[in-house]
């Protein structure tokens, strides 16, 4: 397609059409049979067949340049210069191109040669079209401890990477990625804990401290904010805490004070607290007496009721715990009671062992067989049979029950002697009236 002339503001400006007839005068002259083999062949004006030839875009820049001024050669000749030249792809798209694989090596430096790049000027520009990573990168990495070869074992921040590096071998050939270069980008890419969950594993001992302090780090974190944050990982004491820790002299009046300020209180409102807090437990410490007091009162009902069988174990502890006792209380409250009534069981059966074996219903043999079901120590069986043979020795002196009532049922002794020797026998009164009264001589009518 011809160009018309018409149609450039070259042509609308006097002066320079003035310029422009004068060049295509001297053209011809300049070019000699050249023009005017391309002015026949093409026909029309030479200036329309500088346009549509190669000659033309080698020499109508530098012919018109020389004629009308650089700038105004550029001017007049651009629209149809672009006609003229065959474009040439870009830097970065020859190279994106033979990334891809849509042009060879050899293509790749040709294009580049056509745009006038030496052969070292090819490989500067084939080296520095690698990616690499920006600032920000690099201190995102290093706060990640990707240059620090033995916290990155630690933490374990390589791992995967090779088997990522050969699936996405041909990618990153097309992307212009080193695999050096994503091995960095790799280890810096982990999420990390946030620090609250940094806080919750150092309070169960899941971490230690420095642990928390390389997570501090990767997060970011200012160097100076670092020993404040970890001052505030642990959770300070309620105001119930700071109360009764008060009150049982734990905490004095400056550590309660500090200690309402650690919540969120400010100086005024904190020293508003202790205030509070130091009247609050003088009324609760009369308060707290007379609880106390009723608190063991009823206490003491409800073991007794345990105690005499009235109540079962469950129905006691139930009842303590609703009076404010702990379970560590409940527990040595009700083990206590059940030991003394088997210690009162205890108590009552050695006495009517002791009372058998005085009276010779029971042979030694037969009082040390039923101990044995008791279960009690050697030395406790011992001293209660030693000392039941001292006692029996001292009872010989004194008749047997049968042979007292056997004496006072044939007159030969009083009812005053046989109350007394009975006593001496250790009969209870109640036991000894109906002795009497079953034993009494017959009236002689």
Partial sequence: KKINAESFEVFTDPRKQ??????????????GETSKKITANLGGSFFEAQVQTPLAGATAPLLVGQMVGIHSARTILQPYTKIHRPALPAVAEAIEGWRRGEYSETERNDILAKIGFTDKDI?????ISWATPSVQDLITMAVREVFTPDVAERFGIFEGFEEVANQAESLLFKAGIRPETLK???????????????????????????????????????????????????????????????????????QLFQGFKDIGFDAEKAATMVEFTLAFNADDDDTNSRKDKNRDLTRSDVLRIFRDGLMGQKAAEEILASLGFDPLEIQFLIEREIFLQEEDKLKKTLTALRRGFLDGVFSENDLVARLGTFNLPTKMTDDFLEGLRLELEVSTAIPSKSEILRWFKKE???ETKTRALLEQRSFRKEDIDLFIRDKAPEKKT
């Fill in 412 to 414: 030969l002794i009083d």
């Fill in 184 to 254: 960095l980008f790799w280890g810096a890419h982990w999420e990390l804990p946030s620090v609250l969950q940094g806080f919750e594993m150092l309070h169960r001992d899941v971490i230690e401290e420095s642990d928390l302090d390389l997570l501090l780090r990767a997060k970011d974190v200012m160097p100076f904010w670092r020993d404040k944050i970890k001052a505030i990982a642990f959770s300070p004491f309620t105001r119930v805490d700071l109360r009764r820790m008060h009150k049982f002299g734990v905490l004095n009046e400056k």
């Fill in 18 to 31: 003035a310029l422009l007839k004068v060049t295509e005068a001297l053209l011809p002259q300049m070019l």
């Fill in 123 to 127: 490989e500067v520009l084939i080296e």
